[in-house]
């Protein structure tokens, strides 16, 4: 089984003034593609810190992050938005959706960044579309969806460029419970096709319907069952 995610002994490091904030004191694990795992642990944990360095948004201040066989830990900023674009898809709790564009475009915008010619991006962001169980809501603005479907749209535009991971942030967080379970459901499917998911969450509820689940404590990974 290929290796998508090596973390070498991660640490971060912030300076408050003169005193050091240590997020995370030395955290080491592997995830093989086609994993589900998700990541939990108490507030203050370095849950956060430690799903920004997986995701390319920051860099830690020592060890070795290794995505998809590249060294990220090397990179620097124009290098790390790059990898970022096209091996990470990433879903928040809030959707972080264009509130004027459709659905459609919304998802598309990925493969506008990458310089996808148009046409190319309208079928891949009408496939995903579909594939999330979106047909015939293409050119609906996320007012005019539930938040289970802006849900769907942000997760369709996370996979758009068929990236090595998925990470998604409290994913359910804004849902009830009925439209939490059906993006559950949903995000199971994608994983028994092939993608590789991270889920960050202190629900216990959804942090049990993952294969896997690491947890932080004080910097430090407290247990990987």
């Known amino acids: 089984m290929a290796i998508v995610i090596e973390a070498r002994d991660l640490k971060k490091c912030y ?7 240590h997020a995370l004191a030395g955290v080491s694990f592997t995830v093989d593609r086609g994993e589900m795992l998700a990541v939990m642990g108490p507030s203050g944990s370095g849950k956060s810190t430690l799903m920004n360095i997986l995701g390319c948004l920051d860099l830690p201040s020592n060890g070795e992050y290794i995505l998809d066989g590249e060294n990220v830990s090397e990179l620097k900023g124009d290098q790390l938005a790059s990898i970022r674009n096209r091996k990470v898809g990433f879903v928040f709790q809030s ?23 148009r046409k190319e991006r309208m079928e891949r962001a009408a496939e995903v579309l579909e594939s999330v169980g979106l047909e015939g809501r293409f050119h ?14 942000a997760i369709a535009r996370a996979l758009v460029n068929h990236p090595a991971i998925l990470m998604a942030d409290e994913p359910t967080g804004n849902l009830d419970s009925h439209s939490g379970q059906e993006i559950m459901d949903l995000i199971h499917k994608l994983n028994q096709e092939g993608t590789t998911i991270l889920v960050v969450t202190h629900d216990l509820l ?4 993952a294969k896997r689940i690491i947890r932080l404590r004080d910097g430090l990974l407290a247990e990987d069952s």
Do not use: D
């Open 15 to 21: 300076r408050m003034g003169e005193i050091e904030v």
């Open 95 to 117: 959707f972080n959706l264009l509130p004027r564009s459709s659905a459609l475009a919304n998802v598309e915008l990925p493969l506008r960044y990458a310089g996808i010619p």
């Open 140 to 153: 609906h603005k996320p007012t005019e969806l539930s938040g289970g479907q802006q849900q769907r749209v």
């Open 206 to 209: 959804i942090g049990k319907q």
